[in-house]
């Protein structure tokens, strides 16, 4: 099993920055995928950056140019670094992994921190 923990929400301005932290319970190094997901009032939980198996990145098209994903495997921590912050990036970020064991691919969720932003 894999305990992730987020941090580093809060409220901030249009056009600011915040950088999210993600801390998993052990080495993030063999994790297949790891990134973040956000979660808006009535919408649908949404793949926000990733990076997957072979250490590629994927951006949602909503965030390319403004977020920026990178990983620190000494610190088991993924981070996602938010420039130029809109309204409507207002969501629960949810950090993100999975592992495989043979046939089988365990996901695990970690408990969102909440990003608002507004003037």
């Known amino acids: 099993q894999v305990q992730l923990v987020e941090s580093g929400g809060g409220l901030v301005q249009p056009g600011g920055s915040l950088r999210l932290s993600c801390v998993a319970s052990?080495?993030?190094?063999?994790?297949?995928?790891m990134g973040w997901y956000r979660q808006a009032p009535g919408k649908e939980r949404e793949l926000v950056a990733i990076?997957?198996?072979?250490?590629?990145?994927n951006y949602a098209d909503s965030v390319k140019g403004r977020f920026t994903i990178s990983r620190d495997n000494a610190k088991n921590t993924v981070y996602l670094q938010m420039n130029s912050l809109k309204p409507d990036d207002t969501a629960v970020y949810y950090c993100?992994?999975?592992?495989?064991?043979?046939?089988?691919?365990?996901?695990?969720w970690g408990q969102g921190t909440q990003v608002t932003v507004s003037s």
């Open positions: 052990r080495s993030i190094f063999s994790i297949a995928e």
């Open positions: 993100y992994c999975n592992t495989v064991r043979g046939p089988n691919m365990y996901g695990y």
């Open positions: 990076f997957t198996s072979g250490a590629r990145t």
